[in-house]
């Protein structure tokens, strides 16, 4: 599984490149440091490589991880280190160098992953702010929005508020109906507005967020003006 290039023979199969690649842009330092930690012990061990075979490869490592940083338009500047071609320098040297520059493009990924959850967290959250009135949202119909299934976007979503998705769709509700009921609003009128289908279930929900029947909630606030 050599290749030849430059007229010089050393390990770096194509499908390893690509599999480097993929890893690299899905920012997974760890694997990362793993396959080129392998492809330099398999070089060093490769019909007793030459020096010039050994600096081609280092700098062919560094052509991919540059079309990755093009490909991915990633803002991590990656210049040709001439280290990695200079016989002097020893392999562990070229080889943090390599690393150098992986850490820093994994780095850029992580926080451009974390921006982009951001934003569909955001928008996740959003959609349910406007909707929470319909008695039709479910967990499994907002996964489904979102393109993904219930029990991923479940945990995420509790990663990303602290609490569940169904308490806090229920807080929204609850809340929503105590100003209604403040208003004067018939608090089995409140319930179908803020998206209850049963009356019991309002009732159930409403004393566990409020520690008090919605009856009770309309008649203190209700005397009291507020």
């Known amino acids: 599984k050599s290749i030849s290039r430059k007229n010089s023979f050393y390990y770096y199969p194509f ?28 070089n060093q061990s490769y019909n007793s490589i030459s020096l010039m075979a050994l600096n081609n490869f280092f700098a062919n490592l560094e052509l991919t991880i540059l079309k990755v940083v093009h490909s991915a338009q990633l ?8 280290s990695l071609t200079d016989s002097a320098c020893s392999i562990m040297e070229k080889r943090e160098s390599i690393l150098d520059v992986c850490r820093a493009i994994c780095l850029e990924i992580a926080e451009r992953q974390t921006e982009s959850n951001n934003q569909i967290w955001c928008e996740v959250i959003e959609y349910i ?13 907002v996964a489904e929005k ?8 479940s945990s ?39 998206g209850y289908n ?22 203190i606030h209700c005397k009291q003006g507020t």
């Open 146 to 153: 979102f393109n993904y299934n219930v029990s991923t976007f």
């Open 129 to 141: 702010d406007s909707n929470y009135m319909n008695n039709n949202l479910t967990l499994g119909k």
């Open 198 to 219: 049963s009356e019991d279930t309002f009732r159930r929900v409403f004393k566990k967020y409020k520690c008090m029947t919605p009856s009770s909630y309309a008649s």
């Open 15 to 42: 499908e390893i490149e690509v599999n480097f690649a993929d890893t690299l842009l899905s920012g997974d330092y760890v694997k990362i440091v793993s396959i080129i930690d392998n492809l330099i012990l398999n």
């Open 75 to 82: 803002k991590t500047e990656v210049k040709r280190n001439k």
């Open 156 to 194: 995420k979503f509790k990663e990303y508020k602290g609490v569940s998705f169904t308490h806090y769709l229920n807080g929204k509700r609850i809340n929503h109906a105590c100003i209604l009921i403040q208003q004067g609003m018939q608090f089995s009128e409140a319930a179908k507005k803020v």
